[in-house]
């Protein structure tokens, strides 16, 4: 019997020098054909470097760590509260935010425990601030708070954070009303600070457009010894996935949920441009009829979120392409 958790590694091994891999929101894992091209390259260049499963496991049983960066914001027109991040651990986008429309987002980095978003959430449906929340938070867990990047945006464009001294190397915030950038393990320090400036200077694009935006322009600096492909690393780990959230009451699939735009890279070497072609296959598939349909709610047709939906309506009609303007 002993012998049996040998095997499953054996065949984790054997699985990883065949290759497979979770790309996007929802697909399952398939293995590599014999004869087919390496798994781990991203279809938007052949130059792109494989990928090995084993290099971004938890291989000494410590605890794991989030590395990456990420942006925040709410859109005081419509009242949209958005997040978008790249991070170096697998399925990131999956465990490391949540959020609700009309109550807030609760983002996490370094080794903030993740009951953090659950009761984050709960204090700020019960009213309280972003910064009282932060507060509260770090306040009753003193053991976590010095590895822990901790970051809360409220309905009202509040925005906390908290980073630990023992966070990560090169851990950053940077807060604004309306907007915060951060991240742990940022190379060079200015990361947050260049998608902050990127968000702000894309403020009239639609607010999914904005934050893929503020990601590209917040990683065009080289990492320290790789080449110029991404500003995020974790002991020289490449970004690998990516996370794109965009919260409207009763926007969701079926007006079931408040999940407008909701989509995920998993695991990828091009985590942000697998981002970027999975919003243009949401804007044509699906987008459209879900903001004709929260459109059709919207009583006054000259007020400004009416206004801010006719023009992103409009440049999906023209299929604009991203980050452009016509």
């Given at each position: ?317 023209l299929r604009v392409p991203l980050g452009e303007r016509r």
């Open positions: 019997m002993r012998s049996f958790p040998l095997l499953l590694l054996l065949a984790a091994a054997a699985c990883g020098r065949t290759g497979s891999v979770t790309i996007g929101a929802g697909l399952a894992t398939q293995p590599a054909a014999q004869d087919a091209p390496a798994p781990h390259t991203s279809p938007a260049t052949d130059t792109a470097p494989a990928l090995d499963p084993f290099f971004f496991s938890n291989r000494g049983g410590e605890p794991v760590h989030l590395a990456g960066a990420a942006i925040v914001a709410r859109d005081p027109v419509t009242g949209d509260l958005a997040y978008a991040s790249l991070a170096t651990c697998p399925g990131a986008g999956g465990i490391q935010v949540d959020g609700r429309a009309g109550v807030g987002i609760v983002a996490l980095f370094g080794g903030a425990p993740l009951e953090w978003k659950a009761a984050g959430l709960a204090r700020l449906a019960s009213g309280a601030s972003a910064e009282a929340v932060v507060k509260a938070l770090v306040g009753e867990d003193p053991a976590a708070h010095k590895t822990a990047q901790l970051v809360v945006l409220d309905a009202q464009g509040r925005t906390a954070a908290h980073t630990g001294i023992h966070a990560a190397n090169r851990a950053y915030h940077v807060l604004e009303p309306d907007v915060a950038a951060f991240g742990v393990n940022l190379t060079p320090a200015d990361v947050a600070e260049q998608m902050l400036a990127a968000y702000k200077a894309n403020l009239d694009l639609p607010m999914p457009e904005r934050l893929l935006l503020a990601l590209e322009g917040g990683h065009r600096a080289p990492l320290r010894g790789a080449r110029p492909r991404t500003g995020v690393t974790d002991k020289m780990r490449p970004s690998i996935a990516g996370v794109l959230l965009l919260l409207r009451a009763g926007a969701g699939y079926d007006a079931a949920s408040d999940r407008l735009v909701d989509l995920r890279c998993d695991f990828h070497s091009e985590p942000l441009e697998q981002l970027r072609g999975l919003y243009r296959v949401w804007v044509e598939g699906v987008l459209g009829p879900r903001l004709r349909q929260t459109q059709r709610a919207i009583q006054d047709l000259q007020s400004p979120t009416y206004k801010a939906n006719d023009a992103w309506l409009t440049r999906l009609r």
